[in-house]
């Protein structure tokens, strides 16, 4: 119950096209969904965030939809760059939970010129 | 600023040594972490300082070793440690003891254990 299962393990587009990211949860206490970018040898940074009384929530070219009835979350990345290549995480959190964050597996997002 | 601060960048270490790696944030946050993260796989809670106090300790094994010594400073002492503790070590901080804030990692301390 305390997994995110993330998909696809990873994930080619062109230039200009819209990857999408998925993700599904089982525990309906988790209330904190944010997503984070890998760039290798570097530490995730913090991407966009969102919480279950929002469907959608967009930040410049990503935009995550939320779906609570059927616990899942998606990322998506508009007019995708070569520079997105990175490998992304969602995770999720609960604020009556013990500061973990549980995290997916991670998709590894190539972009070609 | 949302910057954490981690040092060193990288550190090969023999099994017999004693070395310790550092993370900063000076942004008020009062929740810390240590994350350790293998090639390939998402980052593993290694533990949880809120409020300066060791909150989770995720059933890391001893040679591995935590300290909190004020609210902007993390510490892991690591010492007789094992190759396949070769690793991305990530510090991140959050802004409160609840767990559904951002937190925000630091760049990491590759270790090779060698």
């Known amino acids: 119950q305390q997994q995110v299962k993330q998909s696809p393990q990873s994930l080619i587009v062109q230039k200009g096209g819209i990857p999408i990211i998925n993700c599904a949860y089982e525990?309906?206490?988790?209330?904190?969904f944010p997503w984070y970018q890998q760039f290798p040898g570097k530490g995730p940074a913090l991407l966009i965030a969102i919480r279950p009384d929002v469907s959608e929530k967009k930040e410049g070219r990503f935009t995550i939809s939320f779906n609570k009835s059927a616990k899942q979350f998606s990322l998506h990345i508009m007019d995708s760059q070569p520079g997105d290549s990175a490998t992304y995480f969602c995770?999720?959190?609960?604020?009556?939970?013990?500061?973990?964050?549980?995290f997916g597996t991670g998709t590894r997002l190539k972009v070609l010129a | 600023d949302t910057e954490v601060t981690q040092t060193p960048k990288h550190l090969v270490m023999g099994m017999t040594n004693k070395k310790s790696l550092k993370c900063e944030q000076h942004m008020g946050h009062r929740a810390m972490y240590w994350y350790k993260q293998k090639a390939k796989k998402p980052p593993e809670l290694m533990f949880v300082y809120s409020y300066e106090k060791l909150s989770i300790n995720e059933s890391v094994p001893s040679r591995f070793s935590p300290e909190c010594p004020n609210s902007s400073l993390l510490n892991l002492h690591l010492h007789a440690l094992q190759p396949e503790d070769s690793a991305l070590y990530l510090c991140?901080?959050?802004?409160?003891?609840?767990?559904?804030?951002?937190?925000?990692f630091g760049q990491g301390t590759r270790l090779t254990v060698v």
């Open positions: 991140a901080s959050s802004p409160s003891g609840a767990s559904n804030t951002e937190a925000f």
């Open positions: 995770a999720a959190s609960m604020s009556s939970g013990t500061y973990k964050y549980i």
């Open positions: 525990n309906t206490a988790f209330d904190y």
